[in-house]
């Protein structure tokens, strides 16, 4: 789409500083004695979930695709220095779900559909990973033009996906469906944490460097439940209401609120209360790690967690040597999984050394 040429020339000035910084060492190098190693889960992952095209398919979710998983799957390829897939996920990720009206993707992909864009609402954390993935490989391949499109992505992030509600700052789940006349919906999950300090040197002007203080400063008071963990969902009742499950979503640490620690850990954002609560939660042996636990009660899931979640488990707890000790990408059976198996290694190697 067309844009004034002024502000293409500052993003670009921007763009160029950010290429011309030195690249962060170690992502691809790093080998972690448990468990084989991270390029060759890379490549299984890649044989199993990313299509010819560059298309990555949700195996738990009707094949669908979307911008989450397009975001972890050019995170995983710039980790690895893989740039012929890295080109294929942009390619088709740009061709299959770019909005025409911003910079934004659109959240999901159905194949089979005649429209297979149904609805063209974004999901933040999803765009998130993409601006964060072309940051960094416009770092690590001199591209300048990958840091020009991260830094309009995050500028239209900024508009339409951050508000001020009652004094906070708040990052939305997508542009349109949360910000309610009564009440704001936020998906704790969707704060990244690991990538903040990225987003914040290309755009120094942005709130991403607040985010974090802010972030935090939500997730301390948004935890529930006799282990006192985040929810998947939370609510914020309009005014100065404070943060609760969400109406509409089982009030649970789930699937979705698992990633809240991951990411604190990455960040090294070590004394954040959610996280020693997932450390507890999570402390004893994998076999009695439950998939979800509700927050009302003392209920847990009746099935143990998966591969994917043993591996976020394993990520945050492990805070001595030997260090994790990750499940082989072979036991994840779903996309959703091996992503999360993924995303703790990469954690693992590149969070702040502090007790490993």
């Known amino acids: 789409m067309a844009r004034g040429h002024g502000r293409r020339s500052i993003l670009g000035a921007t763009a160029a500083v950010l290429v011309s910084l030195p690249r962060q060492p170690g992502h691809a190098e790093h080998r972690n004695a448990a468990g084989p190693a991270p390029r060759d889960e890379w490549e299984s992952f ?57 910079r934004l993707h659109a959240w999901r992909w159905q194949p089979g559909r005649a429209r297979p864009v149904e609805d063209a609402n974004n999901a933040t954390d999803g765009d998130i990973f993409i601006a964060w993935a072309l940051s960094r490989a416009a770092r690590r391949w001199q591209d300048p033009d990958l840091a020009l499109l991260a830094g309009e992505m995050l500028r239209d992030l900024e508009a339409l996906c951050i508000r001020q509600v009652d004094g906070r700052t708040l990052l939305l789940p ?6 309610h006349p009564r009440h704001v919906v936020v998906n704790p999950s969707y704060y990244v944490f690991p990538a903040f300090p990225e987003l914040a040197r290309l755009r120094p002007a942005g709130p991403w460097k607040e985010l974090t203080a802010e972030g935090c400063r939500l997730l301390r008071q948004a935890r529930f439940g006799p282990w006192q963990l985040p929810a998947d969902w939370i609510q914020i009742d309009r ?37 020693a609560a997932a450390r507890l939660f999570w402390g ?28 976020v488990a394993e990520a945050v707890t492990a805070t ?35 007790a490993l």
């Open 46 to 102: 890649r044989a199993r979930f990313v299509t010819g095209d560059g298309r990555v398919v949700d195996t738990g979710n009707g094949g669908i695709s979307h911008s989450e998983g397009q975001g972890w799957g050019l995170l995983f390829a710039e980790a690895f220095d893989d740039q012929a897939t890295f080109r294929r996920l942009l390619a088709w990720t740009r061709r299959a779900l770019a909005r025409p009206q911003d």
């Open 174 to 179: 997508a542009a349109f469906g949360f910000d």
């Open 239 to 275: 005014p100065h209401g404070a943060p609760r499950p969400a109406q509409g979503w089982a009030p649970r640490f789930s699937y979705d609120a698992v990633r809240v620690p991951l990411y604190l850990s990455w960040a090294g954002l070590t004394e954040e209360p959610a996280l």
């Open 284 to 311: 004893g042996e994998a076999s009695s790690r439950p998939a979800w636990t509700d927050l009302d009660g003392r209920a847990v899931a009746p099935y143990a967690a998966d591969a994917g979640i043993q591996a």
């Open 320 to 354: 001595r040597r030997p260090g994790p000790r990750f499940p082989p990408l072979s036991e994840a059976r779903s996309y959703y999984a091996a992503s999360l198996l993924l995303l703790s290694r990469l954690a693992v190697a590149e969070r702040p050394q502090l």
